[in-house]
């Protein structure tokens, strides 16, 4: 599959809820799709928040690289849409599952193929993206532990904690969501000279830049762009 075509990722996940008895409960199923623990209520809303958007987005390319096929597309779209106001957290899985109808599956199959023609995206290996998680989840135990400038600590914190929700998402978000978030961090060294200095000057900051750098190239290449970091993180060593 590849998760940068949201009619691919939706797929996949209609394909393994269809799987499931109607009479589960319908938060529970979800948490299993998604891979959300019981205890994360927040992240369990947040993730179906995003699975709900995948029909619009699918739509969105579909208008703008097949407009004769939007027609088709929006019969597959509304049952979805119908799917995902009618369900109740609370009830079973059926108050969601019963209103896919059968060839919702499979022509949003044939929307993720078409889209697939025009975005030539590739899949991030899931081992490069655990290794990225721990490679953050390391450097943000160690900036916490470290005297740097409360404001500084701060703002890579706060970015790097975005980065790593995302990339956590990846499988339904896809990537451009982590390329924008990676760049930004990269770019606002542009802007702030101590965040510049630090991540060219103190080891956190050298190894921070390094992961970026990685990150950045990694998924310019899911989603069939040029390596656009490696100049930026060049100009930055100057």
């Known amino acids: 599959m590849l998760y940068d075509n949201p009619a691919a990722a939706l797929q996949a996940i209609l394909e393994k809820g269809m799987a499931e008895k109607h009479d589960q409960p319908c938060h529970q199923v979800w948490r299993m799709l998604l891979n ?4 994360d209520q927040g992240g369990l809303i947040a993730k179906l928040g995003v699975v709900m958007d995948l029909p619009r987005r699918t739509l ?28 109740q957290l609370g009830g ?41 998680l721990d490679a953050f989840g390391d ?42 978030q990676t760049e930004s961090m990269l770019g606002h060294s542009l802007l702030d000279p101590t965040y510049s200095k630090f991540l060219t000057n103190h080891e956190l900051g050298a190894r921070l830049l390094e992961n970026l750098t990685a990150m950045a190239n990694l998924v310019t290449v899911a989603v069939a762009l040029p390596q656009l970091t490696h100049g930026l993180s060049t100009l930055l060593l100057r």
């Not at 959300?36 to 205890?39: E, G, I, P, T």
């Not at 703008?64 to 369900?87: G, R, V």
């Open 36 to 39: 959300v623990s019981a205890q």
């Open 60 to 87: 969105v390319l579909v208008r703008a690289s097949f407009p004769n096929q939007l027609k088709a597309a929006d019969l597959w779209a509304s049952s979805i849409e119908t799917a995902f106001m009618q369900q």
């Open 139 to 180: 450097l943000l135990s160690e900036i916490d532990r470290s005297e740097l400038d409360n404001q500084l600590k701060a703002y890579v914190t706060r970015e790097l904690l975005e980065l790593q929700q995302l990339l956590r998402n990846y499988k339904v978000s896809g990537a451009v969501p982590v390329l924008k």
């Open 92 to 132: 079973n899985w059926g108050t969601f599952a019963a209103h896919i109808q059968p060839y919702c599956i499979a022509q949003l199959g044939l929307t993720a193929e078409l889209i697939q023609t025009r975005l030539g995206s590739k899949l991030i290996d899931e081992e490069e993206i655990n290794n990225l």
